[in-house]
C-alpha cells in the first residue's frame, strides 16, 4: 500500500507549484472581473 502511495505523492509535489500558479492566476482574473472592486 505504501509502496503505491509514494509515487502519487511524488507527483502531487512536483505537480503543486503549477496548481497553485493556475489557481493564484484564476484568482485574480476573478478580482479583475468583479465589478465593486474597490482598491
Given at each position: 500500500m505504501?509502496?503505491?502511495l509514494v509515487p502519487?505523492?511524488?507527483l502531487?509535489?512536483?505537480r503543486t507549484p503549477?496548481?497553485?500558479k493556475?489557481?493564484?492566476i484564476?484568482?485574480?482574473g476573478y478580482l479583475d472581473r468583479?465589478?465593486?472592486n474597490k482598491k
Open positions: 505504501k509502496k503505491m502519487i505523492i511524488l502531487a509535489v512536483q503549477a496548481i497553485l493556475q489557481l493564484r484564476w484568482h485574480l468583479k465589478p465593486n
